[in-house]
């Protein structure tokens, strides 16, 4: 009895352990492919005349563009990445807290609460002088 | 001028503080096993097992929040552990949870009302705990570009390149941020943290992977390891803050200098209402929780009859700590009045109260005692000196042996003894004599 119950146990605790890490590869591959895109746009933006056509890759392919569309594309993909790892780090959020529950621990205190970061700066800096 | 440089990260930093032996140093907690049971000799206290089992209940209530605006009286004979009681539920709550300790006598001050000292004592116990958010990026210089324009006027461009164990990125830099990099001497190698909305830039330290590049490196150069994961993450900080601490805050402008110098004065109670109502809003909308703490009062019945009319009227706010006041009067003289009553507090607060109650200790408790005050005062005690003390505390007064255990380890040091010896303590006795042994005609 007791070995399935420990079973059980290792087998969810261990999923959610690994939702986690696998969330944690994600961030990591987003936030590579947001840096990526960055540059590209600082590229477009510094190097290139606003007349001439650039290459750009998409997935498989190179397309010649004229610089304005390539722009607007990566500003557009830019924030739908951001937006993408906003979800991403809500998602994290909640595994944790799933783990935790699971593996038995006290809550994590202030874990759900919204960021007063203006306030909060002016509350520490003043508390710190 | 040599600049240091500066390490401006939220880290713990850890002075050698010089710890006071006090009284109560020796208590690090109640001594409670999971299933709040006392064990006889644990965290520092010894025996008063009842009023430790009560504690524990008290104290499972304050962590569940279950108890807040509600008084716990500890009360019993001088000597029973009152006080220390009331450390061990402040060690075994932690850090997170706000205690604040006061003596009655203390709220009697020119500077202040006795209403406006007891406000400040219930505002400092309650706690606000808030998270900021920052974006930051973090990562290891691997080279920094900069270009001056050629005709010696104009902005500078730049380009910083970072990198993490799992990825590398260049960054495009203007004028500001070249001069924030160039002030805090940013080079190829050093972990740097940039605040994505102020701009800060921070040096964490220098690569492990660069260490060899210089074969004497300065005394300030602090190693780490290069970042792993993002280059742009997010940051979450959790503070909790004191009620009183805000209210110091927005009282005056210079507000945070009050805080050290005590002299806060007279708190408007605008003020503090603006105060209540953000924060209520704020724990509306989910960006603060309310962290009630404990205020404990030692020594309540010098409070007089104002200040428990007050008492019975805060202990009704919803925002009120813990109460846990502590005395050792028996049916006394209420202060400020003629008429006597247990304790010296009135029937009505006593009412609202929870009362423990602590019983004088036996005699094989005090040797225990005996015993961990002289591990920690440091002093080496034969058997049979711990012997006399023991008798004598149970003749006179456990306060009295504990002091002369201090007395007699300097005599036994100065002597160049190993151990402090009967002979010792006995001369000890002769030289600070206890008040049970004074007679006056």
């Not at chain 2, 005709?151 to 960054?171: R, S």
């Not at chain 2, 003390?389 to 300097?410: F, G, K």
């Amino acid at each position: 009895m007791d070995i399935e119950k420990t079973q059980q146990f290792l087998i969810q605790t261990e999923t959610a352990a690994q939702e986690i890490l696998i969330i944690k590869d994600e961030l990591v591959a987003l936030d590579f492919r947001r840096q990526k895109t960055r540059e590209a746009f600082r590229a477009l933006k510094n190097d290139m005349i606003p007349g001439e056509k650039a290459w750009m890759s998409v997935g498989n392919m190179f397309v010649k563009t004229r610089t304005l569309k390539a722009q607007n594309l990566l500003e557009r993909e830019m924030k739908e990445l951001d937006k993408d790892i906003s979800d991403l780090h809500n998602k994290l959020k909640e595994q944790v807290k799933m783990l935790r529950d699971l593996e038995g621990k006290p809550e994590l205190k202030g874990f759900d609460l919204q960021p007063i970061t203006k306030e909060a700066d002016i509350i520490m800096k003043a508390l710190s002088k | 001028m040599a600049a240091i440089p500066s390490v401006k990260v939220a880290e713990v930093r850890e002075f050698s503080r010089i710890e006071r032996i006090g009284t109560h140093s020796h208590i690090r907690g109640l001594g409670l096993d999971d299933a709040l049971e006392p064990r006889e000799v644990s965290q520092g206290m010894v025996g008063q097992l009842t009023a430790r089992r009560a504690s524990g209940v008290v104290l499972e209530m304050i962590r569940e929040g279950k108890i807040a605006g509600r008084a716990v009286l500890i009360a019993g004979q001088p000597g029973t552990g009152k006080t220390a009681i009331a450390m061990g539920m402040a060690q075994a709550l932690g850090d997170n949870t706000p205690f604040t300790s006061m003596a009655g006598s203390e709220i009697y001050s020119l500077e202040m009302s006795k209403t406006e000292a007891l406000t400040q004592a219930f505002r400092k116990s309650i706690g606000v705990r808030i998270k900021e958010e920052t974006e930051i990026i973090e990562g290891e210089v691997v080279e920094v570009q900069i270009d001056r324009p050629a005709t010696g006027t104009g902005a500078k461009v730049g380009k910083l390149t970072l990198k993490t164990t799992d990825m590398e990125t260049v960054y495009d830099l203007g004028n500001k941020m070249i001069e924030s990099l160039i002030k805090e001497k940013a080079q190829a190698g050093d972990v740097i943290t940039i605040d994505k909305a102020t701009g800060k830039i921070s040096k964490l330290g220098r690569s492990f992977t660069r260490a060899r590049d210089y074969d004497a490196t300065g005394p300030q150069t602090r190693f780490v390891q290069c970042p792993e994961g993002e280059l742009q993450k997010r940051k979450e900080v959790t503070h909790t803050v004191t009620l009183h601490e805000i209210d110091v805050i927005n009282s005056r402008t210079q507000g945070f200098l009050a805080l050290f110098s005590g002299d806060t004065g007279e708190i408007k109670s605008e003020v503090r209402d603006q105060i209540n109502s953000k924060v209520a809003e704020w724990r509306e909308e989910g960006k603060a929780e309310i962290v009630p703490g404990v205020l404990f009062i030692d020594e309540v019945h010098m409070l007089d009859m104002e200040c428990f009319s007050f008492l019975n009227r805060a202990l009704e706010d919803d925002m009120a700590p813990v109460l846990i006041m502590a005395t050792n009067r028996g049916i006394t003289k209420i202060r400020g009045t003629k008429y006597r009553s247990p304790h010296g507090i009135p029937i009505d607060l006593l009412d609202r109260m929870v009362i423990i109650a602590t019983q004088p200790y036996e005699e094989k408790e005090m040797k225990q005692i005996l015993k961990i005050r002289c591990e920690e005062e440091d002093a080496e005690m034969q058997e049979d000196a711990l012997l006399v003390l023991t008798r004598l505390s149970m003749e006179t007064s456990l306060r009295y042996a504990i002091q002369l255990i201090t007395v007699a380890n300097l005599i036994a040091r100065k002597r160049k003894a190993m151990e402090v010896g009967t002979q010792i303590v006995i001369e000890v006795l002769v030289l600070f004599i206890s008040y049970s042994f004074l007679h006056f005609p």
